[in-house]
């Protein structure tokens, strides 16, 4: 589908324990997981080739956490950072070619990890507790659009908003 370029995935989760849980996913793009190990952690990439950049933050079980993940495009290069509650924990620079979100036709999975196995897709690494407010814009968002965004609710016709999950129905 050709190159989209920066991109921010944000959202609001609340574990129930601290499992491995992958809470929002895209195949062959990205991916934002919860583990006791890793802690919180974003993944890009693609099937057997993904690249993690791991934060010593943890999410505490039964409270609520505002995630974001951002890419930035340079040139050949792309620099992705992670935010936890508004802070920023966690930069990594990717030099491996993969500089930016492509925006393929993939879907777009919440609360598990659906990437493409052996030809086939498996759900694995379910996210035990509960997410809210997951949102992908086409925009690099900056830490303070980040920060004054948390508690913001938007409208279809924001700017850069690509896709907006509330799960607030009922």
Request: hydrophobic residues 30%; proline residues 3%; charged residues 20%.
């Amino acid at each position: 589908s050709g190159t989209v370029g920066a991109c921010t995935i944000e959202f609001w989760i609340k574990p129930e324990s601290v499992t491995d849980g992958c809470v929002v996913m895209k195949s062959g793009e990205f991916a934002i997981r919860v583990n006791p190990a890793d802690k919180v952690r974003g993944c890009f990439g693609h099937t057997y080739s993904w690249q993690v950049f791991p934060t010593s933050n943890q999410t505490a079980v039964g409270k609520w956490s505002h995630i974001a993940m951002t890419a930035e495009p340079t040139g050949s290069y792309s620099t992705w950072k992670l935010y936890i509650d508004g802070k920023q924990v966690s930069e990594i620079v990717n030099t491996s070619g993969t500089n930016s979100w492509t925006g393929n036709d993939n879907d777009i999975f919440i609360g598990v990890d659906m990437d493409n196995q052996a030809g086939g897709q498996t759900g694995s690494f379910h996210f035990d507790g509960n997410i809210e407010n997951v949102r992908i814009w086409n925009d690099l968002r900056t830490p303070a659009e980040i920060r004054e965004g948390m508690f913001t609710t938007y409208g279809s016709s924001e700017g850069g908003l690509l896709e907006q999950w509330s799960f607030n129905e009922g």
